[in-house]
């Protein structure tokens, strides 16, 4: 079963076990280099309404998602941030269990620039045939995703091996209706308030044409997700990250080990705090932990001395991302 909570984060998220709300993170792995019996290898998924994006997909990831009761079969994209073992290895099975399931839509699956045949032939390796469309498509560095309500976004990650970060950026949603001042325009209530939320013009009975600009405020800015594992601190994924909403960052090793940090392209919890903190996020969880930690309280409190909004990512753990400023309307 997964992990449900009703507490508010420092930041004011909610987690599940509350209202639905339309975008959550379920952390299926959140382990480095080396499972352990706390933490799997990394894996994110991100459902927004009935859609799935899988962030990396480790060893594991497929077992993960039974526990979660997240469907194989709702995923729409894969995006894979390099080709580490521990980020991709769980591929193959979660691509075999579609194909057992009937799956007919296709699959993408997204990598580092050049590192397309390399996936695959990983996924030709197990002997049978796909009964859908696997489509491998390899993303560079600053190139965009444009997706239905949102766009990915992606930068280049400091790791030693070709390695990007991405963004998850909801398209702006409509401006306020104002209905007071609408309705003293002559606007009746129902499908003409609609039509200029959704940015239309109405003509009235009388024939004179209300402007959605007269009576609709500006457009609010949807949310921003970063997921930015494995890297260095790097001015690129400082600029991905300005004014997310979340930033999801690698905090492999304790601060004392910074020196091992930066020989094996990972980051200590201060240097992921500075992150967040230069790029004005507004919470931070902190990820791929080092299997040397069986209490990785440590981290967290070297990172909140830096950036108090911050928390420790734990395996099957579900984070509901609320319209900014809690904004139904």
């Known amino acids: 079963m997964s992990r449900e909570y009703t507490e508010l984060s420092p930041a004011g998220f909610t987690f599940c076990g509350g209202e639905v709300v339309e975008i959550h993170l379920t952390f299926l792995g959140t382990g480095g280099s080396v499972p352990s019996l706390s933490r799997s290898l990394p894996s994110v998924a ?29 995923i729409n994209a894969v995006f894979i941030t390099h080709l580490h073992g521990d980020h991709f ?40 045939t796909p009964a859908f469309t696997i489509e491998v498509k390899e993303l560079e560095p600053g190139e965009e995703v444009r997706r239905e309500g949102y766009r990915i976004l992606t930068s280049r990650a400091e790791h030693g091996v070709k390695c990007i970060s991405f963004g998850f950026l909801e398209d702006p949603r409509p401006g306020r209706l104002d209905p007071s001042k609408a309705v003293e325009l002559g606007v009746k209530p129902g499908p003409d308030f609609s039509a200029l939320k959704s940015g239309r013009p109405v003509e009235l009975p009388n024939g004179r044409v209300v402007k959605p600009g007269e009576v609709v405020g500006p457009p609010r800015p949807g949310r921003k997700i970063v997921y930015a594992v494995d890297t260095r601190p790097c001015e690129d994924v400082v600029r991905l990250s300005k004014g997310a909403d979340l930033l999801i960052h690698d905090s492999s090793l304790a601060d004392e080990l910074v020196e091992r940090a930066k020989e094996s392209g990972h980051s200590t919890p201060s240097e992921a705090a500075m992150v967040a903190k230069r790029a004005g996020v507004k919470l931070l969880v902190l990820t791929h932990i080092s299997s040397r930690y069986r209490d990785a309280s440590i981290l967290l409190e070297q990172a909140r001395k830096i950036f108090p909004n911050t928390m420790l990512a734990e395996d099957l753990m579900r984070l509901e991302v609320p319209l900014r400023g809690s904004e139904t309307g």
């Open 89 to 128: 290895l769980g591929l193959a099975g979660i691509v075999q269990t579609m194909s057992l399931l009937d799956r007919s839509e296709p699959l993408e699956v997204y990598v580092p620039k050049g590192e397309g045949e390399r996936i695959k032939t990983f996924l030709r390796i197990p002997r049978y």
């Open 46 to 74: 991100l459902k927004r309404g009935r859609e799935i994006l899988l962030f990396d997909c480790g060893e594991g990831t497929q077992y993960q998602l039974v526990r979660t009761g997240l469907s194989p079969l709702k």
